[in-house]
Every structure is written in structure tokens, then in C-alpha cells.
């Protein structure tokens, strides 16, 4: 599981589809192909990231 510790404390983008990235990666314009369904999580809402499933996908960096 990845740990808080690991994780870069910045805002996440969380879509519909289980999708997440950084929040300034949506607003260089790394998404804009995707839908504009998406919830806005802040990195020290730990609780909302472990209902998403984004606290339970390994860390690539």
C-alpha cells in the first residue's frame, strides 16, 4: 500500500472512471482529453483517498 509519507502533497484529480493524476498536471493540460466529471481531493484527505482506492495503487515515482 502506498503510504501518505510517499505520496507528493499536492491536490489530486480523481475522475469516474478511477482515473488520478496531479492537479497540476490537469491544468498544464496533460488531460484535456478526458471528461470533465472529476472530484478535486486535497493531499491531506487521507481518509477520501483510501475510499477512492488511490492510497491502494503503488507509487510510480
Not at 33 to 41: G, L, N, Q, T
Amino acid at each position: 500500500m502506498n503510504s501518505p509519507e510517499n505520496r507528493t502533497r499536492r491536490t489530486l484529480f480523481f475522475g469516474r472512471t478511477g482515473t488520478w493524476a496531479l492537479i497540476e498536471d490537469i491544468r498544464r493540460g496533460g488531460y484535456t482529453w478526458k471528461s470533465d466529471d472529476y472530484e478535486i481531493i486535497r493531499y491531506d484527505d487521507i481518509q477520501r483517498q483510501l475510499e477512492t482506492g488511490i492510497l491502494d495503487e503503488p507509487d510510480d515515482g
